[in-house]
């Protein structure tokens, strides 16, 4: 029997309602988009904004009755004429004593399981190496409660020393866009409200911001993404190149009449 818990603070409603008057229901479905609030900077899903259920027969304590996930987004390459995103998501609960998180799945767009730029250098609290995998996540395969599949990348977090809060984080070459979460607990697991519909929903706080699969990035001074050259060779202008024709053309004819004088 699936059981859901709320929680609701001054923060929450005010982002909430926001929210409403920017995606009105009735509104086509915001997730893979860009659509509505910005995605970038700090935000946050709530108690409120997510589905907890608890698994097997927890004991009191054991399942949370608050929850946050919190991310900040930053393009860290403006200008440059690359796209270089950095990713960070905090997830925090109470009571401490509720069950750790063993793994959290985010959604990917297509092609980023084969794209090693998608999702770099992944972290757990800033400095442990994440072990990762990607694929399509379904329930119950050790994912209990999983409102639909997922694809995208399983992040180990109990391998990674993660703890009351903790923090995910990583760069990629995808500009966000909105998506899915799920997080698996030892009593319980949670996952955004966009994911139970699935995926109808007109509200952007129903979803997460994360990583789009489309666009290939480039470099400003040649090479391959991430492997920048450091400095770009520049080509000469077609017009360049008829001046530089016309002025060897020049020389050779001042050589053949110093020829026919001799």
């Known amino acids: 029997m699936s059981m859901r818990i709320f929680w609701q603070g001054g923060f929450v409603a005010l982002a909430f309602a926001a929210s409403a008057v920017i995606a009105p229901v009735g509104a086509a479905t915001v997730h ?48 440059l004429g690359i796209s270089l995103w950095s ?29 090693m ?26 994912n209990p409660n999983l409102d639909a599949p997922i694809f995208g990348v399983k992040f180990d977090v109990s391998n990674g020393t993660g703890g009351d809060p903790f923090t995910v984080e990583f760069s990629s070459n995808r500009a966000p866009v909105w998506g899915d979460i799920y997080l698996k607990a030892g009593k319980w697991s949670a996952n955004n409200l966009g994911l139970a519909d699935p995926h109808t929903s007109s509200n952007v706080m129903d ?38 024709g016309m002025g060897l053309l020049g020389l050779a004819g001042v050589r053949m009449r110093r020829r026919a004088r001799g």
């Open 207 to 244: 979803f997460i911001a994360r990583p789009n699969g489309t666009g290939t990035p480039t470099c400003p001074g040649g090479g391959t993404f991430p492997n920048c050259s450091q400095q770009q060779v520049s080509t000469p202008e077609p017009m360049s190149l008829g001046l530089l």
């Open 32 to 79: 893979g988009t860009s659509t509505g609030i910005t995605l970038t900077d700090n935000r946050s899903l709530q108690m409120n904004e997510l589905e907890v259920d608890p698994t097997g027969d927890p004991k009191p304590g054991q399942v949370p009755t608050s929850l946050s996930i919190d991310w900040a987004i930053v393009d860290i390459s403006p200008g």
């Open 117 to 142: 730029a998608c999702v770099q250098t992944p972290k757990i609290n800033g400095s442990n190496p994440a072990d990762t995998s990607f694929g399509t996540f379904i329930a119950p395969s050790g």
């Open 87 to 115: 990713y960070k998501y905090t997830i925090d609960w109470d009571p401490t004593s509720a069950s750790d998180i063993s793994h959290l799945v985010l959604n990917l767009s297509a092609g980023c399981d084969t794209d």
